[in-house]
């Protein structure tokens, strides 16, 4: 049973940082994700990384996001600095066996909250 678990959401003031995690089991994934969603608005990709580490970023969180991924135990992380109040979303881990997979894997999300 595949599941992916997200932890490490929060509140934080402006300009802060905050480090997502979401450790998958049950499979091993090529590719692995965040994206987010808030309230009114569609889930958008944030971050993806593949597992021989090539990344694609959201242009609205380049240089200041940074996903990586430990294989070895099934984790993906987001690092998240120079936070600002329109980061704030619930964010959602999210993984595909490979590249050519229909099915896409998501957690039950993380709440990030930055406050002005």
């Known amino acids: 049973q595949v599941q992916l678990v997200e932890s490490g959401g929060g509140l934080v003031q402006a300009g802060g940082s905050l480090r997502l995690s979401c450790a998958a089991s049950?499979?091993?994934?090529?590719?692995m994700g965040w994206s987010r969603q808030a309230p009114g608005k569609q889930r958008e990709l944030v971050a993806s990384i593949t597992s021989d580490r090539n990344t694609n970023y959201a242009d609205s969180v380049k240089g200041r996001f940074t996903i990586s991924r430990d294989n070895a135990n099934n984790t993906v992380y987001l690092q998240m600095n120079s936070l600002k109040p329109d980061d704030t979303a619930v964010y959602f881990c999210?993984?595909?066996?490979?590249?050519?997979?229909?099915?896409?894997?998501w957690g039950r999300g993380t709440q990030v909250t930055v406050s002005s």
């Open positions: 049950g499979s091993i994934f090529s590719i």
């Open positions: 999210n993984a595909k066996r490979t590249r050519w997979s229909t099915t896409n894997y």
